[in-house]
């Protein structure tokens, strides 16, 4: 229970504060809970051959390691820079056309320039806010992580 308390406020401790330095730091403090928990399970199936505790905890511990392999990748796998340049660089030789466009016009109406200039903007916006979960105005949730803290909690060691 212990290893799992330490895992759970790990993992709380880097959504926090999700500096590089500190999540490879995290990422080896979890890798040595993994170990700990697979001797845990060695010891465990030696000792007792009941199929159905053991099965679970072995998929359990498993569903956690394949979870953090899913955060990692949503941390780690970002839209490269210059996909994002190259949306705003779209996005601004778009809008000039536009703004040329409607400049030939005789009758000048910015309204709908504008509206879509905006346009693109937030979608773009939109798009490199939702690459970064740890960062910006949409951010991951952690509540259940918060749960699990406190559902471990009332367990003594």
Request: aromatic share 8%; proline share 4%; charged share 15%.
């Amino acid at each position: 229970m212990k290893l799992l308390k330490q895992y759970v406020q790990l993992r709380l401790d880097v959504t926090d504060d999700p500096s590089q330095e500190k999540l490879n730091r995290a990422i080896a403090q979890s890798n040595v809970i993994y170990e700990a928990l697979w001797q845990q399970v060695k010891l465990l199936t030696a000792k007792d051959n009941a199929v159905v505790p053991t099965g679970v905890f072995v998929q359990s511990l498993n569903e956690m390691i394949d979870n953090q392999g899913k955060r990692l990748s949503a941390a780690f796998n970002q839209i490269p820079n210059m996909v994002l340049l190259a949306l705003y660089g779209i996005a601004a030789v778009a809008s000039g056309f536009s703004g040329y466009a409607s400049g030939l016009e005789t009758k000048r109406t910015r309204l709908p320039v504008l509206i879509v200039g905006t346009l693109i903007c937030v979608v773009i916006l939109l798009i490199q806010d939702i690459d970064r979960p740890f960062s910006g105005f949409i951010k991951v949730s952690q509540q259940p992580m918060v749960d699990a803290a406190v559902s471990l909690s009332s367990y003594s060691d």
